[in-house]
């Protein structure tokens, strides 16, 4: 099989998961998805910095990423982490805005 058409090869690709993050975060501010994709674009961007630093070897000789599994499962994990943390920062607060139907 062709290294270029390998999913193993585009896995490891920054660039790949920089369009997927850009992508994902402008279709959720212009469709208005609520949040729902925001928090895996922010995740999909997050791989692509770890790529890009294991790449450059900002980690010295460690390797972060090995396997396919390995990008596929940190992808998994920030994302479900990004969820949480994103809904968060978004939640309106009860206590501080009054509602303006109580009377």
Do not use: C
Not at 92 to 101: F, Q
């Amino acid at each position: 099989m062709d290294t270029a058409v390998s999913i193993t090869y585009w896995l490891f690709r920054p660039e790949v998961w920089i369009i997927l993050a850009m992508v994902l975060i402008i279709a959720d501010i212009l469709i208005g998805l609520n949040l729902f994709v925001l928090p895996v674009g922010v995740s999909a961007a997050l791989v692509s910095a770890a790529l890009y630093a294991e790449n450059r070897f900002w980690f010295s000789d460690t390797i972060l990423l090995e396997d396919w599994h390995d990008v596929l499962i940190a992808f998994a994990v920030l994302s479900i982490a990004s969820v949480f943390l994103i809904r968060k920062m978004f939640q309106r607060r009860r206590d501080e805005t009054p509602d303006i139907n109580e009377y």
